[in-house]
């Protein structure tokens, strides 16, 4: 089993839509979970991270964590075409290794 | 504050030969990590160094090697290059040891023929 899970797409909405973005995680040591968007061609660029259960927002994206449950979400509400990219869910236990989803590529139709 | 810089770009090898790729973290970051990336796996960490010292690695064989400068820059190796290693290979820095987040280049993509 991966430490990390996530559906890789590819999720196609209208401009407007809102979107949710999912991980699973198995290891009940993670602490710190962040959301990268890459990009085609491009390296990942840090969009939000958490620490602990509950809700984080920032502008129009909404990380959710429920530890319980071992479930990261990423909202994104009022989808924009500049969004489309592929997102990746990160996480980490204490230490510095990081592990990742796979990616969900994301395409907003204007 | 500048980003994290990566060099080169883009290259391309032919299968036997070896590549070294260049990073250079976020000013007094002193973690680096690298990372494969491919459309099949996603992606994979490869490993990471603190004040010059490896501290995690991945499940990669010993063709690939890094190291990692006084000044925190970095650079990983791979000798006898195969098809399979053409990647975007992807180098993250972090503060310090324990960090909650880390920032990434803009990758190197390497094409092995």
């Known amino acids: 089993q991966k430490e990390v899970e996530q559906d890789p797409g590819p999720l196609s909405v209208p401009e407007g839509a809102i979107v949710s973005l999912n991980c699973t995680y198995s290891n009940s040591a993670f602490q710190y979970f962040m959301w990268y968007r890459q990009y085609s061609r491009k390296g990942p660029e840090l969009l939000m991270y958490t620490y602990s259960s509950g809700n984080k927002e920032d502008g129009r994206f909404t990380a959710q964590v429920d530890k319980s449950s071992k479930y990261i979400s990423l909202f994104i509400r009022d989808s924009q075409p500049s969004d489309s990219a592929t997102y990746l869910c990160a996480m980490k236990a204490s230490g510095n290794q990081f592990y990742f989803g796979t990616g969900t590529s994301l395409t907003v139709i204007p | 504050k500048a980003g994290v810089t990566q060099t080169p770009r883009y290259l391309i090898k032919t299968r036997g030969q070896q590549v070294t790729l260049s990073c250079s973290p976020i000013s007094g970051h002193r973690s680096v990590s690298w990372y494969q990336q491919t459309p099949g796996q996603g992606l994979q960490f490869l490993f990471e160094?603190?004040?010059?010292?490896?501290?995690n690695k991945g499940n990669f064989p010993g063709r690939f090697s890094g190291r990692q400068f006084s000044n925190s820059r970095s650079e990983m190796n791979v000798s006898t290059l195969e098809l399979g290693d053409s990647a975007l290979y992807l180098c993250?820095?972090?503060?310090?040891?324990?960090?909650?987040?880390?920032?990434f280049g803009p990758g190197t993509r390497l094409l092995v023929l």
């Open positions: 993250a820095s972090s503060l310090g040891a324990d960090q909650e987040t880390q920032y």
């Open positions: 160094y603190f004040s010059e010292t490896q501290r």
